[in-house]
C-alpha cells in the first residue's frame, strides 16, 4: 500500500538524500538509508528540490488554492453551458 508522505517530510527526506550524496554515498545506499526507491527520490529531487520548509508550506497552500479554483472554474463553465442551452430552447 501506497503512504502518502507530508510535504514537510518529504522536502525533509530530499535535504538528507542530497547530505548524503555531497558526502560521496552512492544513490542507492541513500535511498537504502532514507527507505525510500530511487525513482521516488528523483521525483521527489525535480519536484522538491532547493525548497526549504517553509517554502513547501507555501507551496502545499497554493496546490489546494489552484485546486479550488479550477473547481470555480470547472462549476462556472457548468453553469455557463446550462443557461446557453436553456437559451437556444427559447429562441
Given at each position: 500500500?501506497?503512504?502518502?508522505?507530508?510535504?514537510?517530510?518529504?522536502?525533509?527526506?530530499?535535504?538528507?538524500a542530497?547530505?548524503?550524496?555531497?558526502?560521496?554515498?552512492?544513490?542507492?545506499?541513500?535511498?537504502?538509508?532514507?527507505?525510500?526507491?530511487?525513482?521516488?527520490?528523483v521525483?521527489?529531487?525535480?519536484?522538491?528540490?532547493?525548497?526549504?520548509?517553509?517554502?513547501?508550506?507555501r507551496?502545499?497552500?497554493?496546490?489546494?488554492?489552484?485546486?479550488?479554483?479550477?473547481?470555480?472554474?470547472a462549476?462556472?463553465?457548468?453553469a455557463?453551458?446550462?443557461?446557453?442551452?436553456a437559451?437556444?430552447?427559447?429562441?
Amino acid at each position: 500500500m501506497k503512504k502518502r508522505q507530508p510535504m514537510e517530510e518529504m522536502v525533509r527526506i530530499v535535504r538528507e538524500a542530497e547530505a548524503l550524496l555531497a558526502q560521496g554515498k552512492p544513490v542507492e545506499e541513500a535511498c537504502r538509508v532514507l527507505g525510500i526507491s530511487e525513482s521516488t527520490l528523483v521525483r521527489w529531487r525535480h519536484k522538491y528540490g532547493g525548497l526549504s520548509t517553509p517554502e513547501a508550506k507555501r507551496f502545499r497552500e497554493l496546490e489546494r488554492e489552484n485546486g479550488h479554483l479550477k473547481e470555480l472554474l470547472a462549476e462556472s463553465e457548468l453553469a455557463r453551458r446550462a443557461l446557453s442551452v436553456a437559451l437556444r430552447g427559447k429562441a
